[in-house]
């Protein structure tokens, strides 16, 4: 018999990671080697065990899933992704993609939805819900350009969102010199940026923000 895939789950919901464990788990090809609660701790997973697949939540502490893509491929790029969300919208399809995920699957899909995205993904295809591919197929018929014209939530980097998130989730400077290895005053500098670029200038305004584009959950 081949020998099983490995793979590491990244969930911030207990239940529902551990519901995913189990499912994977049940299957005669698959073996999750490692569970994780925020997205920090997927990178450092993947780290340790250098699984066959990452499944991966987006909306998660510390550092968010897309961060969490990039500095997983970055270092692994032989590790498989699977992005598993709430999110429709073509920015977070796309971003996804961009950061080097194969496959985009929604949190709606019934088990089998999902044991075929981690099939293809292993076979070394990508993936994408079929409501995904309609959403993002429609976007290009109708000549919608809305993803080339730079917002101002576009303006920020990926330091700058990741820096946001953590404001969002309560994190104090400090707090987020450690969780993100940069100094004190470079956060400062972050979060000024931040505040000059959206013209917002107060922490609750930035949660809101934050909260708004779905780095922070309600």
């Known amino acids: 018999m081949a020998s099983k895939k490995t793979v590491v789950v990244a969930e911030d919901q207990t239940i529902v990671r551990k519901g995913l464990r189990s499912l994977l788990d049940s299957q005669e090809n698959l073996e999750v080697v490692a569970e994780a609660e925020d997205g920090l701790a997927a990178v450092r997973c993947v780290q340790q065990h250098h699984p066959a697949l990452l499944l991966l939540d987006l909306s998660m502490p510390k550092l968010g899933g897309i961060a969490a893509i990039k500095e997983v491929k970055s270092q692994y790029p032989e590790t498989k992704i699977l992005a598993l969300t709430v999110h429709k919208s073509d920015e977070y399809i796309l971003a996804v993609f961009e950061a080097g995920a194969e ?12 044991l075929n995205a981690i ?8 993936y994408l819900s079929p409501e995904v591919s309609e959403k993002v197929l429609e976007g290009y018929l109708e000549g919608r350009k809305t993803l080339k014209k730079r917002t101002t939530w576009q303006t920020l980097t990926q330091r700058e ?3 946001l998130k953590l404001i969002g989730e309560g994190y104090k400077s400090k707090e987020i010199s450690d969780y993100l290895c940069i100094s004190w ?4 500098k972050h979060r000024a940026n931040i505040m000059q670029k959206l013209d917002l200038h107060s922490a609750s305004a930035l949660t809101a923000y934050a909260i708004e584009k779905g780095l922070v959950s309600k």
């Not at 496959?103 to 999902?114: H, I, P, S, T, V």
């Not at 993904?121 to 990508?126: A, K, P, V």
């Not at 005053?185 to 400062?188: N, P």
Request: proline fraction near 0%; charge should be negative; hydrophobic fraction near 25%.
């Open 185 to 188: 005053k470079t956060v400062e």
């Open 103 to 114: 496959g985009y699957c929604l949190k709606d899909a019934d088990q089998d939805e999902l």
């Open 161 to 163: 969102k990741e820096v």
């Open 119 to 126: 099939d293809h993904i292993l076979s070394g295809r990508t």
